[in-house]
C-alpha cells in the first residue's frame, strides 16, 4: 500500500526515489484510504462533539518495536516452512499484562531470522493470523546498516556516552548509515499504516531503533495517538549536540504525544537538548511536564519499567530451577557468593568489577577461600574490536585473580560466558548472598529487580536451602550511580564504578552488614519491585498516553515543513488563514478604519540584523495614511526616540513607544503618556538587582528605557539564562512588592514596567476616542506577532463582544505565523503581512476620487 505520507521525506536522503514494501495479508480493520483522516473537511472536524472521550479499553493497540516478540524455528529438512511461538522475555509481549483483556494487540516488527523471500507472504500470512504480528522483512545488507551499523556504531555508544573521537572509537559519522536507518523506519511505518485504524488505535512506539517513526506517522495521519518510550539512556546535551542529525531525530520525537524515560535525569537531558537546539521551553503543570510545539502539547513520562512478576514466579516454581539450586548449594558450601550478571561490552564494566574484587581479596586476606565472585556474561549484542577487547581483558583479569588468589578447592572467579537457560540464571540468585550491577553507563538494567524476587523464592526453595519459611529473607545490592534502576533501589549500596577502592569497599560493606539490616533493605525493595511490575509500567503509560491525546479531536491540525522538519499545527478550530481577496473586500466597503501594527517580528524580520524599516515599508505606511478613512498607529516596545528617527517621513503615522507608554497621533503631536507615572524612583531599586544578575550571567545585558527596565539573556546559555530569570523574577517581586510596577517574564526577559503599561491599553483608548468623535470604527485589523502583541487582540475581540464597534464591523486580529493566539487569524510571516498592506494601500489608491481634508479625520487620542 503506497502511502502519500512518504512524499518529500526522502529529501534528507540521497535524493533516490522512495521504494515501499508491499507487505503481506491486511486486517480487517484497515485504512483503506490514503489521506482518509488527515484530508477530511475541516468544517466537519471542528463539529466533532467536545465531550467525546476515548478509552484504551476500547481501543485497538499497535506494538512497535525493532523485533516481534516471536521465536522462529525452521522445520526440519523435508518438511519445510517454519515453527513459530512467543518469546515470553520479551518485554513487548509482557506488558500486555497492563492492558485490559478485551484489548486487541497488534505486533509491528522485524524477525531475528531472515526469511527467503519467497517464503515472506506465507510467513507475513501466519504470524498475522496466529499472532497478530506484522513482520517487517528488511533485506539483510539494509538491516546490517541499520543495526549494526547506524544504531550500535553511531546511537548507542552516543547514548551511553561514548565519542567518536577516533576512527576506532565508533568510527565517523557515516550519511549512508543514516540514509539506511531513516529507509528502515519508513518500512515499520509502512507495515503501521497497514493496519492502523487512526480514529481509533493507540500507536506505541519503542527504543532508539525507531526515532524518526513518529514523524512519518504523523505526516500520514495528523492525530494519530502515539506514544514512544525510550529504553536506554537520553544523554547530556553537551555529548548529544555532537550527533550531525540531532535536529532530526529531536523533531521526530516530538512528533509523538507522549514520550517515555526512565529516570527525570534522562528526561532532562533531553528537555535541556530541546531548549538549547529547538528553543523550546517546557512546562510542569500539576505534575505533568510538556513541551509546547506549534499547538501540540507533547508530555513527557517519568517511569523506569518493570520485571514481570508471573514469569519469574513460575520459573522458581520449576522442578529444574530447585536441582539446579540444590547443586549450587552444594558447589559453594561454606562460600559467600557474590554475583554479577551482564553482557560482555564495554559499557558493563565487568573489567572494573574485578579489579574491585581483586583488591578486596588483597585488602582483607580473611575473605580469601570464604568469598567467590561468580561472573556471568552474556554474549555482547554489538560486534566489534572493542568487543574483543572487552573479552580479552576479562580473561586475562580472571586469570591473573585466579593465579594469586586461589588454591585446592577454591577458585575465586568463576567466570560463564556460555549462554545459560533462564532458570540456571534464576538458581544463581536465589544463592547469592550480593548482587553486582557496575555498570559504567546502562539504560533500565532488569538484574536487580530479578535477584530481590529470586532472593523472595518459595516453600520449596526455602527447604533446599534449608531455610526456615517464615524467616524474613535477605538480599544486598551494590549497584552504579549510572544505571537506570539506581534511584528506585535506596536501599541498596550506591558506587561510582570507576572508583575501584569504593567498589571494593561496597562489597566488603555488604558482606558484614548486619542481618536485620539485610532483611529490612529486602523488605523495602521487594514491596517496591513487585508493586511496580510490568504491568503497573504499562498500564500507567497507557493512561498518561490517553489523557494526552483527549483533545486530539478537538484541534485543527495541518502539516508543514519538509523531510524530517515535517510537524503538524494544532490549533482552535476558528483560527484560518487570512485572505487577502476577503479583508481587501472588507477594506473597500468600510469607511471607519483603525489599523495597529506591531514593529519587530511583523513589519520586519526580527531575527534581522538590521531593524531599521526599509524604504518599501515606510511606502506602504505612507499609502495607508493617505486615506482620510484610515488611522494607522505603530505599536512598538522600542523607545520613542528610535521610533521618531525611524518614522520621520511617514507624518500621518501614529505610534505607541514602550508598549503603549508613550504615544503620538501624528508627527507634528507632542509625545504624550497613557498614563500618570509621578516618578520612576524605582528604577534606583530594581537597576541595582539587575545589575548584580547581569554580572554573574555571561551573555545578559540591561535594556534601559524611560518607562521600563528589561534584563535580556537572549546571548546567555539558555539553561542557566531560564534558572537565573526565575531567581531575578522573585528578587524583584520581592523588592517591588509596595512600588506601582509588574514584573513581567517573556521571551528571554524579564521586564518592570508601570502597572497598566501594555499595548491592549492603545488599542482600547483608539477605539475609544474614534468613538467620541462619532467615528464608530467599522474595520479593525491589529497584527502581531509575540505575547505582548497578545493584550491588543484580547481588547479587540472584547470589543467585539461587548458592541462597541459598528453592528457590521468587519475585524481581523492577526498573529504572524501558526501557533496558539487569541487572534483569529494568521499569515505565515513577515513577507506576507507585507504583500498583504501593499493590498490595502492599493485598494485605498483606487478609491482616492475626492480630496478630504486631512485635519477632518484625524484622530487625537485623547490624554486621560
Same mark, same amino acid.
Request: include cysteine; glycine fraction near 6%; charged fraction near 25%.
Given at each position: 500500500?503506497?502511502?502519500?505520507?512518504?512524499?518529500?521525506?526522502?529529501?534528507?536522503?540521497?535524493?533516490?526515489?522512495?521504494?515501499?514494501?508491499?507487505?503481506?495479508?491486511?486486517?480487517?480493520?484497515?485504512?483503506?484510504?490514503?489521506?482518509?483522516?488527515?484530508?477530511?473537511?475541516?468544517?466537519?472536524?471542528?463539529?466533532?462533539?467536545?465531550?467525546?472521550?476515548?478509552?484504551?479499553?476500547?481501543?485497538?493497540?499497535?506494538?512497535?518495536?525493532?523485533?516481534?516478540?516471536?521465536?522462529?524455528?525452521?522445520?526440519?529438512?523435508?518438511?519445510?516452512?517454519?515453527?513459530?511461538?512467543?518469546?515470553?522475555?520479551?518485554?513487548?509481549?509482557?506488558?500486555?499484562?497492563?492492558?485490559?483483556?478485551?484489548?486487541?494487540?497488534?505486533?509491528?516488527?522485524?524477525?531475528?531470522?531472515? =526469511?527467503?523471500?519467497?517464503?515472506?507472504?506465507?510467513?507475513?500470512? *501466519?504470524?498475522?493470523?496466529?499472532?497478530?504480528?506484522?513482520?517487517?522483512?528488511?533485506?539483510?545488507?539494509?538491516?546490517?546498516?541499520?543495526?549494526?551499523?547506524?544504531?550500535?556504531?553511531?546511537?548507542?555508544?552516543?547514548?551511553?556516552?561514548?565519542?567518536?573521537?577516533?576512527?576506532?572509537?565508533?568510527?565517523?559519522?557515516?550519511?549512508?548509515?543514516?540514509?539506511?536507518?531513516?529507509?528502515? %523506519?519508513?518500512?515499520?511505518?509502512?507495515? !503501521?499504516?497497514?493496519?492502523?485504524?487512526?480514529?481509533?488505535?493507540?500507536?506505541?512506539?519503542?527504543?532508539?531503533?525507531?526515532?524518526?517513526?513518529? *514523524?512519518?506517522?504523523?505526516?500520514?495521519?495528523?492525530?494519530?495517538?502515539?506514544?514512544?518510550?525510550?529504553?536506554?539512556?537520553?544523554?547530556?546535551?553537551? =555529548?548529544?549536540? *555532537?550527533?550531525? !542529525?540531532?535536529?532530526?531525530?529531536?523533531?521526530?520525537?516530538?512528533?509523538?504525544?507522549?514520550?517515555?524515560? +526512565?529516570?527525570?535525569?534522562?528526561?532532562?537531558?533531553?528537555?535541556?537538548?530541546?531548549?538549547?537546539?529547538?528553543?523550546?521551553?517546557?512546562?510542569?503543570?500539576?505534575?505533568?511536564?510538556?513541551?509546547?510545539?506549534?499547538?501540540?502539547?507533547?508530555?513527557?513520562?517519568?517511569?523506569?519499567?518493570?520485571?514481570?512478576?508471573?514469569?519469574?514466579?513460575?520459573?522458581?516454581?520449576?522442578?529444574?530451577?530447585?536441582?539446579?539450586?540444590?547443586?549450587?548449594?552444594?558447589?559453594?558450601?561454606?562460600?559467600?557468593?557474590?554475583?554479577? !550478571?551482564?553482557?560482555?561490552?564495554?559499557?558493563?564494566?565487568?573489567?572494573?568489577?574485578?579489579?574491585?574484587?581483586?583488591?578486596?581479596?588483597?585488602?582483607?586476606?580473611?575473605?580469601?577461600?570464604?568469598?567467590?565472585?561468580?561472573?556471568?556474561?552474556?554474549?555482547?549484542?554489538?560486534?566489534?574490536?572493542?568487543?574483543?577487547?572487552?573479552?580479552?581483558?576479562?580473561?586475562?583479569?580472571?586469570?591473573?585473580?585466579?593465579?594469586?588468589?586461589?588454591?585446592?578447592?577454591?577458585?575465586?572467579?568463576?567466570?560463564?560466558?556460555?549462554?545459560?537457560?533462564?532458570?540456571?540464571?534464576? /538458581?544463581?540468585? !536465589? =544463592?547469592?548472598?550480593?548482587?553486582?550491577?557496575?555498570?559504567?553507563?546502562?539504560?533500565?538494567?532488569?538484574?536487580?529487580?530479578?535477584?530481590?524476587?529470586?532472593?523472595?523464592?518459595?516453600?520449596?526453595?526455602?527447604?533446599?536451602?534449608?531455610?526456615?519459611?517464615?524467616?524474613?529473607?535477605?538480599?544486598?545490592?551494590?549497584?552504579?550511580?549510572?544505571?537506570?534502576?539506581?534511584?528506585?533501589? /535506596?536501599?541498596?549500596?550506591?558506587?561510582?564504578?570507576?572508583?575501584?577502592?569504593?567498589?571494593?569497599?561496597?562489597?566488603?560493606?555488604?558482606?558484614?552488614? /548486619?542481618?536485620?539490616?539485610?532483611?529490612?533493605?529486602?523488605?523495602? +525493595?521487594?514491596?517496591?519491585?513487585?508493586?511496580?511490575?510490568?504491568?503497573?509500567?504499562?498500564?500507567?503509560?497507557?493512561?498518561?498516553?490517553?489523557?494526552?491525546?483527549?483533545? +486530539?479531536?478537538?484541534?485543527?491540525?495541518?502539516?508543514?515543513?519538509?523531510?524530517?522538519?515535517?510537524?503538524? =499545527?494544532?490549533?482552535?478550530?476558528?483560527?484560518?488563514?487570512?485572505?487577502?481577496?476577503?479583508?481587501?473586500?472588507? $477594506?473597500?466597503?468600510?469607511? %471607519?478604519?483603525?489599523?495597529?501594527?506591531?514593529?519587530?517580528?511583523?513589519?520586519?524580520?526580527?531575527?534581522?540584523?538590521?531593524?531599521?524599516?526599509?524604504?518599501?515599508?515606510?511606502?506602504?505606511?505612507?499609502?495607508?495614511?493617505?486615506?482620510?478613512?484610515?488611522?494607522?498607529?505603530?505599536?512598538?516596545?522600542?523607545?520613542?526616540?528610535?521610533?521618531?528617527?525611524?518614522?520621520?517621513?511617514?507624518?500621518?503615522?501614529?505610534?505607541?513607544?514602550? +508598549?503603549?507608554?508613550?504615544?503620538?497621533?501624528?508627527?507634528?503631536?507632542?509625545?504624550?503618556?497613557?498614563?500618570?507615572?509621578?516618578?520612576?524612583?524605582?528604577?534606583?531599586?530594581?537597576?541595582?538587582?539587575?545589575?548584580?544578575?547581569?554580572?554573574?550571567?555571561?551573555?545578559?545585558?540591561?535594556?534601559?528605557?524611560?518607562?521600563?527596565?528589561?534584563?535580556?539573556?537572549?546571548?546567555?546559555?539558555?539553561?542557566?539564562?531560564?534558572?537565573?530569570?526565575?531567581?531575578?523574577?522573585?528578587?524583584?517581586?520581592?523588592?517591588?512588592?509596595?512600588?506601582?510596577?509588574?514584573?513581567?517574564?517573556?521571551?528571554?526577559?524579564?521586564?518592570?514596567?508601570?502597572?497598566?503599561?501594555?499595548?491592549?491599553?492603545?488599542?482600547?483608548?483608539?477605539?475609544?476616542?474614534?468613538?467620541?468623535?462619532?467615528?464608530?470604527?467599522?474595520?479593525?485589523?491589529?497584527?502581531?506577532?509575540?505575547?505582548?502583541?497578545?493584550?491588543?487582540?484580547?481588547?479587540?475581540?472584547?470589543?467585539?463582544?461587548?458592541?462597541?464597534?459598528?453592528?457590521?464591523?468587519?475585524?481581523?486580529?492577526?498573529?504572524?505565523?501558526?501557533?496558539?493566539?487569541?487572534?483569529? $487569524?494568521?499569515?505565515?510571516?513577515?513577507?506576507?503581512?507585507?504583500?498583504?498592506?501593499?493590498?490595502?494601500?492599493?485598494?485605498?489608491?483606487?478609491?482616492?476620487?475626492?480630496?478630504?481634508?486631512?485635519?477632518?479625520?484625524?484622530?487625537?487620542?485623547?490624554?486621560?
Amino acid at each position: 500500500m503506497v502511502s502519500r505520507s512518504y512524499s518529500n521525506l526522502l529529501d534528507l536522503t540521497s535524493g533516490d526515489p522512495p521504494t515501499f514494501s508491499q507487505g503481506g495479508k491486511k486486517l480487517s480493520r484497515v485504512a483503506t484510504l490514503p489521506g482518509k483522516l488527515s484530508e477530511l473537511d475541516e468544517e466537519s472536524r471542528s463539529n466533532v462533539s467536545s465531550d467525546a472521550q476515548s478509552s484504551v479499553s476500547e481501543e485497538r493497540m499497535i506494538i512497535v518495536g525493532n523485533q516481534l516478540p516471536i521465536r522462529a524455528h525452521r522445520r526440519s529438512e523435508g518438511k519445510g516452512g517454519w515453527n513459530f511461538s512467543w518469546d515470553e522475555d520479551s518485554l513487548l509481549l509482557q506488558l500486555k499484562d497492563g492492558l485490559r483483556e478485551d484489548v486487541e494487540v497488534i505486533y509491528v516488527g522485524s524477525l531475528k531470522e531472515e =526469511i527467503d523471500p519467497s517464503e515472506q507472504d506465507d510467513v507475513a500470512q *501466519t504470524l498475522l493470523e496466529t499472532f497478530k504480528c506484522v513482520p517487517a522483512f528488511i533485506p539483510p545488507e539494509l538491516f546490517s546498516k541499520f543495526y549494526h551499523g547506524f544504531c550500535k556504531q553511531h546511537l548507542w555508544p552516543l547514548f551511553h556516552y561514548m565519542l567518536p573521537l577516533s576512527p576506532d572509537l565508533g568510527g565517523r559519522f557515516d550519511r549512508s548509515l543514516w540514509q539506511a536507518y531513516v529507509s528502515v %523506519n519508513k518500512i515499520f511505518a509502512d507495515k !503501521v499504516m497497514e493496519v492502523i485504524s487512526p480514529d481509533d488505535d493507540f500507536v506505541w512506539v519503542h527504543d532508539y531503533h525507531l526515532m524518526v517513526l513518529p *514523524t512519518f506517522l504523523r505526516k500520514r495521519f495528523n492525530r494519530v495517538k502515539l506514544g514512544f518510550f525510550l529504553h536506554s539512556p537520553f544523554p547530556s546535551s553537551e =555529548i548529544y549536540r *555532537t550527533l550531525p !542529525v540531532r535536529d532530526e531525530l529531536l523533531r521526530a520525537l516530538l512528533n509523538s504525544d507522549l514520550i517515555g524515560f +526512565h529516570t527525570f535525569d534522562y528526561a532532562r537531558h533531553f528537555l535541556s537538548c530541546c531548549s538549547r537546539m529547538l528553543g523550546i521551553s517546557y512546562q510542569s503543570k500539576r505534575g505533568y511536564i510538556g513541551l509546547e510545539y506549534y499547538g501540540r502539547t507533547v508530555s513527557i513520562k517519568i517511569l523506569p519499567v518493570g520485571i514481570h512478576m508471573g514469569q519469574l514466579q513460575s520459573v522458581l516454581d520449576l522442578p529444574e530451577t530447585e536441582a539446579k539450586v540444590a547443586e549450587l548449594r552444594d558447589q559453594f558450601t561454606g562460600q559467600t557468593v557474590l554475583l554479577g !550478571v551482564d553482557d560482555m561490552d564495554i559499557f558493563k564494566g565487568i573489567s572494573l568489577k574485578l579489579l574491585a574484587f581483586e583488591q578486596l581479596l588483597t585488602q582483607h586476606p580473611d575473605k580469601r577461600g570464604k568469598v567467590v565472585l561468580v561472573q556471568i556474561a552474556n554474549p555482547a549484542r554489538g560486534r566489534g574490536k572493542d568487543v574483543q577487547e572487552v573479552q580479552s581483558e576479562t580473561y586475562a583479569t580472571v586469570k591473573r585473580i585466579n593465579q594469586i588468589f586461589g588454591r585446592s578447592g577454591y577458585q575465586p572467579v568463576v567466570l560463564i560466558d556460555t549462554p545459560l537457560q533462564f532458570y540456571e540464571r534464576i /538458581s544463581y540468585y !536465589v =544463592i547469592a548472598e550480593c548482587c553486582l550491577v557496575t555498570a559504567v553507563r546502562d539504560g533500565m538494567n532488569l538484574i536487580p529487580y530479578e535477584y530481590i524476587i529470586s532472593r523472595q523464592g518459595n516453600e520449596k526453595l526455602d527447604e533446599t536451602l534449608g531455610m526456615n519459611p517464615s524467616t524474613p529473607k535477605k538480599s544486598m545490592l551494590v549497584v552504579s550511580e549510572f544505571i537506570g534502576c539506581s534511584p528506585s533501589l /535506596s536501599g541498596a549500596i550506591r558506587v561510582n564504578p570507576w572508583n575501584t577502592d569504593s567498589v571494593a569497599e561496597a562489597m566488603d560493606s555488604a558482606l558484614v552488614v /548486619s542481618q536485620a539490616e539485610k532483611q529490612m533493605r529486602h523488605e523495602k +525493595h521487594y514491596r517496591y519491585v513487585s508493586t511496580h511490575d510490568v504491568a503497573y509500567w504499562a498500564r500507567s503509560f497507557l493512561q498518561d498516553l490517553e489523557r494526552a491525546c483527549r483533545d +486530539h479531536v478537538r484541534r485543527r491540525c495541518w502539516g508543514i515543513g519538509f523531510g524530517l522538519g515535517f510537524r503538524v =499545527i494544532a490549533l482552535d478550530p476558528s483560527f484560518r488563514k487570512l485572505s487577502v481577496e476577503h479583508i481587501v473586500s472588507a $477594506y473597500k466597503r468600510t469607511k %471607519n478604519r483603525a489599523i495597529l501594527l506591531d514593529y519587530d517580528g511583523t513589519m520586519t524580520v526580527q531575527s534581522s540584523m538590521s531593524t531599521s524599516p526599509k524604504v518599501e515599508n515606510i511606502e506602504i505606511l505612507n499609502n495607508l495614511c493617505r486615506d482620510p478613512k484610515n488611522v494607522v498607529f505603530i505599536v512598538s516596545g522600542k523607545d520613542r526616540k528610535t521610533l521618531t528617527q525611524w518614522f520621520s517621513s511617514c507624518e500621518r503615522l501614529g505610534i505607541a513607544a514602550e +508598549h503603549g507608554y508613550f504615544v503620538r497621533p501624528e508627527q507634528n503631536a507632542e509625545w504624550e503618556t497613557c498614563i500618570a507615572v509621578p516618578d520612576f524612583y524605582w528604577k534606583q531599586i530594581a537597576e541595582p538587582v539587575m545589575q548584580l544578575y547581569t554580572e554573574t550571567t555571561d551573555g545578559s545585558f540591561i535594556d534601559t528605557k524611560e518607562s521600563a527596565l528589561v534584563w535580556n539573556y537572549q546571548y546567555a546559555d539558555p539553561d542557566f539564562g531560564i534558572c537565573q530569570a526565575k531567581e531575578l523574577q522573585d528578587h524583584l517581586e520581592s523588592v517591588l512588592n509596595n512600588e506601582p510596577v509588574s514584573v513581567k517574564s517573556g521571551q528571554h526577559i524579564v521586564e518592570v514596567k508601570p502597572q497598566g503599561v501594555n499595548k491592549g491599553l492603545i488599542a482600547e483608548r483608539l477605539l475609544a476616542t474614534m468613538r467620541q468623535k462619532q467615528m464608530l470604527p467599522d474595520f479593525v485589523l491589529c497584527i502581531g506577532d509575540d505575547r505582548s502583541d497578545e493584550d491588543m487582540f484580547e481588547v479587540i475581540m472584547r470589543a467585539v463582544a461587548n458592541a462597541s464597534l459598528s453592528p457590521v464591523a468587519e475585524v481581523f486580529a492577526c498573529t504572524v505565523g501558526q501557533k496558539p493566539s487569541k487572534a483569529k $487569524y494568521y499569515l505565515e510571516d513577515t513577507p506576507e503581512i507585507l504583500r498583504m498592506l501593499q493590498g490595502l494601500g492599493a485598494a485605498a489608491s483606487e478609491q482616492s476620487t475626492k480630496a478630504i481634508s486631512p485635519s477632518s479625520q484625524r484622530v487625537i487620542i485623547e490624554k486621560e
